[in-house]
Nanobody, 128 residues
Framework: QVQLVDTGGGSVQAGGSLRLSCASS????????MGWFRQAPGKEREGVAF????????YYPDSVNDRFTISRDNTKNTVYLQMNSLKPEDAAMYYC?????????????????????WGQGTQVAVSS
């Protein structure tokens, strides 16, 4: 069973940067999709970055494209979310999540319901 621990949240001013980390364990294969989601009060949880472990493919919604970057360090079993040019609307609880193991492209489905393992969340606040 995959276990995830996400850290790195904090409070920054608009235009600032943060890097979130997601330490993982319990993989039974290497065919997973790792994702970062966020949820602001009163809003639905939305995916902001995805990384396919076997082939390195990345996926971003338009709302964060060119500002957020997902990456991973296989030696540390850790996935990162680098967030630059933060905006007040980026403030939310951020969660890392894992989908898999699967055959084929594990990131072909990227909605909240498709992910079975979740971190506990880390809070990001952005002041204007």
């Amino acid at each position: 069973q995959v276990q995830l621990v996400d850290t790195g949240g904090g409070s920054v001013q608009a235009g600032g940067s943060l890097r979130l980390s997601c330490a993982s364990s319990g993989y039974t294969s290497r065919n997973y999709c790792m994702g970062w989601f966020r949820q602001a009060p009163g809003k639905e949880r939305e995916g902001v970055a995805f990384n396919s472990i076997p082939d390195g493919g990345t996926y971003y919604p338009d709302s964060v494209n060119d500002r957020f970057t997902i990456s991973r360090d296989n030696t540390k079993n850790t996935v990162y979310l680098q967030m630059n040019s933060l905006k007040p609307e980026d403030a939310a609880m951020y969660y890392c999540a894992a989908r898999g193991p699967l055959v084929g492209n594990a990131c072909r489905r990227r909605s909240e319901a498709d992910f079975s393992a979740w971190g506990q969340g880390t809070q990001v606040a952005v002041s204007s």
